[in-house]
């Protein structure tokens, strides 16, 4: 295998334990339903930027960050049951693609409501060659 698939292999075995302490729980209550949504490995595997995300309001998301960055030192050293030569610094970073998702999902809806408001009658009016 070529050395430079090593770091999406690394990434994605980071990914994977890394979700399974969080779906085991940890002591720390602001992190809750801390979703792993991918893992970015550098060139030379001594850092892993970790992008996660949660459900709720900003101020969660706050409490979370802050819970990530004081369990960074457990979970590294969690991590190191993996038994990878060099055990790569964590870096925690918000996942924004899912509130991206959302707003634009939320958008959606609000110009499908708005066409159907203006025009009513319209969707209840049978296709042409559509029997009643």
Known sequence: MSAHNRPERVAHLLQQRLAELFARGLKDPRLGLVTITG???SPDLREARVFWTVHGEDEVRKD???GLSAARGYLRHELSTLGLRVLPELHFTYDEAIDRGDRIE???????EADERRSPHHSEEPLQ????
């Open 39 to 41: 893992v970015k490995m």
């Open 64 to 66: 979370t960050a802050q």
């Open 106 to 112: 939320r958008l959606l809806r609000e110009v499908h």
């Open 129 to 132: 060659g559509e029997k009643e």
